[in-house]
């Protein structure tokens, strides 16, 4: 028997899978996609006499001839460029890759020795597509071209997957096809036209799009939100013997009077605990991971970022550790549960493995059939040849794969009531104790939590009031999206897929339509009403600063003007729902329920007569700048402007921007006021002269700054400044 070839592309897998196959077996990487669309730049270059041959045709035409002449050769060069032909059929060329010509040269001398060629790349969409590439560009001989694919690169997988070869699966590849050629028309075609509207050197994203619209649709739901102000009340009460317990009234009130009154009635109180309850309540451990989880919950407790945590799975799953790391699937092969039972089993006892029944509901638009990301071994550690951040990453897999096959936690929960019947009008106080009877899952995931299988015994006494506080609570707006909570929404709305939610945040920074924020906390007043024991009511007003909001998208003014154009005049391509419905036709693709091209030519469709409208629009529009007081500062009018490069103020014949005061302060137009930018709007300040030359302070992107003889000191971010102490930093 002579060799068999199997192709893979990645270099890292190859190396895996080569150490489980015998001598009989040549393993080698094609190192990603070996063809492609068009690549910029590969179109062959004119020859200079033909164009001078051409211009001077095009010189002896009527004005009418030369316009016809133009309009279809821009419309063979796109066809060219984009390298897909919507008038015949949507016809593709493909092209080989200009760093794969060697590498499909080698392959090629490779099956042509080769008794049998296995194609072993990744098992979804993209990797279908990459086989049936392969196949065709190395004119495999379909005989002895066989397809395999597995979830997990073990021994024991890639055995039964030789084993149990199939075609390639042509729904797949027509899937990714679809997807390819939709993304390349969307770009190349509307990309042109916010060069001449808007910006040279943009580009539009069929899905890019859509995520920028979720992030901006966000930052007008902060913008436009509402504070409501409630109060809480809490309370402690104790026995005649000292025993405390804690309560709170379970409805809130609404205005400080309401609170004072509540109060007030109170005063003298005494209680009794009625209406002793007790109910059971467990706590279930998470599923397993899909990719979107993977990213969300390692950004949540890793502060990774999504490129970030999908590189390193890469790499743990190259070296056979977990499993495929692009799913939307939570199953666990029957396979391993069996092993899942044994090491639970073993580690605790019987009782704390959990048997499913049924699988896990699959989210909205799943698409793949193979497993969740798991482990491949149970008792694995990583060893020094993997960092740190690769370990954490792994024993975050390792940890929920273990605990979503161990049973709930079970709690007691025991609710009481303290009543005081001349007071039910006003309401009463509620509280719980709460004990842990079981760990279930936590015995692994928090081993060091204490069972406490006994409720507290609370009899009919009479209980006083020991200390009442009513806390004014103000509602705060939803937080800026980062890119956990963004990989939710694309998910949830059902727009793109595991394989491409890295790509989709990682263009949004590459075309410059969104940054990296961190958002400060805002200072609010913590307002309080106490009942003191001598029953006064002492008020309290201190302050405290909601949370910093780390790592937020935010859309930057180039971003937010590409999504007002495509709203305008392509809202269909950014329609969420309709990007939604796309993603459904692609799934349906991949199940050979519906044909491709009838999809690409729907989406095409859709907004072509908005694009010709577009196209035949030349001249840009001017840009409409608006300007409007806003009151006077030190006897100077100060008016707000917006202009090419964002709103500005212009005062006592001086611009001043506001881009480092909206970066950290986003604040639609509208919305500013003199007396938000007041103290902005002040530098610099020249704070005197030392040795006759003055010095100044200044506001940058990072702050405050000292200006001496040209010269820029970093100093103490201080809410004033004295001449004394800024010659100091000169001295320093």
Request: net charge positive; aromatic share 10%.
């Amino acid at each position: 028997m002579g060799k068999s070839l199997v192709i893979v592309e990645s270099p890292a897998k190859a190396k895996t899978i080569n150490q489980y196959l015998g001598n009989e077996y040549v393993v080698r990487s094609s190192v990603g996609h070996v063809r492609d669309l068009p690549v910029s730049g590969s179109r062959k270059k004119v020859d200079p006499k033909k164009r001078a041959e051409q211009a001077a045709r095009t010189r002896k035409m009527s004005p009418a001839e030369k316009a016809r002449y133009r309009k279809e050769k821009t419309r063979r060069d796109l066809v060219q460029n984009m390298g897909i032909n919507p008038d015949k059929g949507w016809e593709a060329n493909y092209q080989i890759l200009p760093d794969k010509v060697k590498v499909v040269n080698e392959l090629q001398k490779l099956a042509a020795e080769s008794d049998a060629i296995y194609l072993a790349t990744d098992l979804d969409r993209e990797g279908e597509a990459i086989a049936w590439h392969l196949a065709e560009e190395l004119k495999l001989d379909k005989d002895k071209t066989k397809r395999i694919v597995f979830s997990e690169i073990t021994k024991k997988a890639i055995l039964r997957a030789i084993e149990n070869p199939r075609d390639i699966d042509y729904n797949l590849v027509n899937a990714q096809q679809a997807r390819r050629v939709l993304d390349r028309f969307v770009g190349y075609e509307i990309s042109p036209v916010l060069w001449r509207k808007v910006k040279g050197g943009l580009s539009a994203g069929r899905v890019q799009s859509v995520s920028v619209r979720l992030i901006v649709e966000r930052e007008r739901e902060i913008q436009a939100f509402n504070t409501e102000d409630y109060f809480r009340v809490d309370a402690e009460f104790a026995n005649a013997d000292g025993k405390t317990l804690k309560a709170k009234l379970p409805k809130n009130l609404d205005t400080k009077k309401e609170a004072e009154d509540f109060l007030q009635a109170n005063s003298d109180a005494t209680f009794t605990v009625e209406a002793l309850t007790t109910k059971p309540a467990k706590k279930n451990p998470a599923p397993p991971f899909t990719t979107s989880t993977l990213q969300q919950e390692a950004a949540r407790k890793l502060y990774f970022s999504v490129s970030k945590t999908m590189n390193m799975a890469q790499r743990l799953y190259e070296a056979g550790l977990i499993t495929y790391m692009r799913t939307d699937s939570t199953n666990i092969s029957k396979d391993f549960q069996k092993l899942l039972k044994t090491h639970i089993s073993e580690k605790y006892n019987d009782n704390y493995y959990y048997q499913k029944t049924k699988q896990n509901k699959k989210i909205k638009g799943a698409q793949e059939a193979h497993e969740c990301i798991r482990v491949t071994q149970l008792n694995e550690s990583l060893n020094d040849k993997y960092t740190d951040y690769d370990k954490k990453l792994y024993e975050l897999i390792k940890k929920r794969t273990i605990c979503s096959h161990m049973k709930p936690a079970i709690y007691d929960n025991l609710i009481y009531e303290l009543i005081n019947n001349e007071l039910n009008k006003k309401g009463y106080f509620q509280g719980n104790y709460k004990v842990l009877i079981f760990d279930g899952y936590l015995k692994y995931s928090n081993p060091n939590l204490e069972l406490n299988t006994i409720l507290p015994d609370l009899p009919n006494e009479i209980y006083e009031l020991n200390d009442c506080i009513c806390s004014k609570i103000a509602s705060n707006p939803p937080q800026y999206l980062n890119e956990s909570s963004i990989v939710k929404k694309l998910e949830k709305s059902g727009i793109g897929r595991p394989s491409t939610y890295a790509s989709i945040i990682s263009t949004l920074y590459n075309r410059n339509y969104t940054e990296i924020k961190n958002i400060s906390g805002i200072k609010k007043d913590k307002y309080t009403l106490r009942l003191t024991q001598t029953n006064q009511i002492k008020e309290k007003i201190s302050q405290e600063k909601t949370s910093d909001q780390r790592k937020r998208i935010i859309l930057t003014d180039l971003g937010k003007e590409v999504l007002d154009y495509l709203m305008k005049h392509f809202s269909m391509i950014i329609n969420i729902e309709f990007t939604s419905l796309v993603e459904q036709d692609l799934d349906n693709i991949s199940l050979g329920k519906i044909d491709w091209i009838t999809v690409i030519q729907k989406v095409y469709n859709s907004f072509q007569e908005n694009l010709n409208i577009q196209k035949s629009i030349t001249k840009k529009p001017k840009d409409k700048f608006i300007s409007r007081e806003l009151g006077k500062l030190n006897k100077h009018l100060v008016i707000l402007k917006t202009g090419k490069y964002g709103p500005y103020i212009t005062m006592n014949k001086k611009n001043i921007s506001l881009s480092y005061y909206l970066k950290d302060n986003p604040t639609d137009f509208n919305d500013i006021t003199l007396d938000l930018i007041q103290e902005y709007i002040q530098y610099p300040i020249i704070l005197g002269k030392y040795n006759k030359n003055n010095i100044s302070i200044h506001r940058g992107p990072y702050g405050k700054y000292m200006k001496y003889m040209n010269k820029n000191y970093k100093i103490p971010q201080l809410d004033k400044y004295t001449l004394d102490r800024c010659i100091s930093y000169i001295k320093i």
